[in-house]
């Protein structure tokens, strides 16, 4: 027989409350340890979003890192300062209506941005959104996108890793 089954078969005896009371206390000491033990469970789960993408994010650098490093023996790693520098140029070679990523993004990276259209864009800073930039084939999609359509051309590997060396450290 179980212990709840126990507890169970007991609890209906009402008058038994001597044998009972101890049990309950028992029972419930148990369910605070198991409401601590949930509780332990569900703060590591919040947490681990945020470690997956920052993992993610860090993978994806080090790959855009190899491929720059093969287009250029020089390469000597990313900078966010370059990074924001592309974030907010204008450039007069692609699409006149979105000269720079800050025509959809905004200049702040922790502030939402809009499209054309006007639909939200959910900040690009990871620090405000941590599940950005978890899915690399997403990433590479928006940036064809988004390069073609402000620069006319596709984005250097060294330009997407200072890119997102930038919105990593916002
Ligand atoms: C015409 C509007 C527009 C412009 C201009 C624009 N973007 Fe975006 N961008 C979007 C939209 C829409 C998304 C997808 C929605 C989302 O991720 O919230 C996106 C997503 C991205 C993503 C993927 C983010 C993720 O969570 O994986 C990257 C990277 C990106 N943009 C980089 C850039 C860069 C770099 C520039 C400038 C060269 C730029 N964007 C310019 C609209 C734009």
Not at 35 to 52: D, E, R
Request: net charge positive.
């Amino acid at each position: 027989m179980s212990a709840s089954g126990y507890v169970q078969h007991y609890s209906a005896k009402v008058s038994d409350i001597y044998f009972i009371r101890p049990i309950k206390m028992f029972k419930s000491r148990f369910k605070f340890a198991q409401t601590k033990v949930a509780v332990g469970a569900l703060l590591l789960l919040s947490c681990l979003p945020f470690a997956a993408t920052a993992a993610s994010l860090e993978a994806q650098l080090s790959q855009y890192a190899a491929t720059a490093k093969a287009a250029n023996p020089g390469f000597a790693g990313f900078s966010a300062a370059r990074g924001e520098a592309l974030h907010t140029r204008n450039f007069a070679s692609g699409k006149p209506d979105t000269p720079a990523c800050t025509s959809c993004h905004g200049k702040d990276p922790r502030s939402a941005g809009q499209t054309l259209t006007g639909k939200r864009i959910e900040a690009v800073a990871l620090s405000v959104s941590p599940s950005r930039y978890a899915d690399p084939a997403k990433v590479e999609k928006w940036f064809k996108r988004n390069c073609n359509e402000v620069i006319g051309r596709e984005c250097t590997a060294q330009e997407k890793g200072d890119w997102l060396t930038f919105v990593g450290s916002r």
